[in-house]
């Protein structure tokens, strides 16, 4: 279970999400990324933004990242800064949504739960 928005970053500088999923493999299925390599050759890095204070700040500052596991490569190393912001675009994009139509995240006490463990 992710923690709260999942990305996942292309070698080919996209960010890839889904409104009502967190999970990276899903990502990764909806959108047929390749995710058959590991390491420096790799094309995808998977990252997990979640929230220290409030589920929907538009503010940086509340929030905390988490990039991919193991190895990063390179190519996302050196635009790291770049892409981290990119998804925060994406983030802030969709909490503005989900303000505007007063969306109800029916797993919120699950998130919270998480995060408190």
């Known amino acids: 279970m992710s923690q709260f928005k999942g990305f996942v970053v ?4 996209k960010v890839f999400m889904l409104e009502d999923n967190d ?10 990324l390749d995710d058959t390599k590991i390491g420096e050759l ?3 890095v998977r990252l997990m933004i979640y929230p220290t204070t409030y589920f929907f700040s ?6 905390k990242i988490k990039i991919g596991e193991g190895e990063i490569p390179e190519w996302f190393r050196n635009r ?5 912001d990119s998804c925060f675009i994406e983030l802030f994009r969709l909490i503005r949504k989900w303000k ?10 699950e998130y919270v739960t998480e995060f408190i463990k």
């Open 10 to 13: 292309t070698k080919g500088k």
């Open 23 to 32: 999970l990276h493999e899903d990502i990764i299925e909806y959108y047929n």
């Open 42 to 44: 790799s094309k995808i």
């Open 58 to 63: 538009t503010s940086k500052r509340n929030w």
């Open 80 to 84: 790291e800064d770049r892409f981290v």
């Open 100 to 109: 505007k139509r007063k969306k109800k995240i029916t797993c919120i006490k």
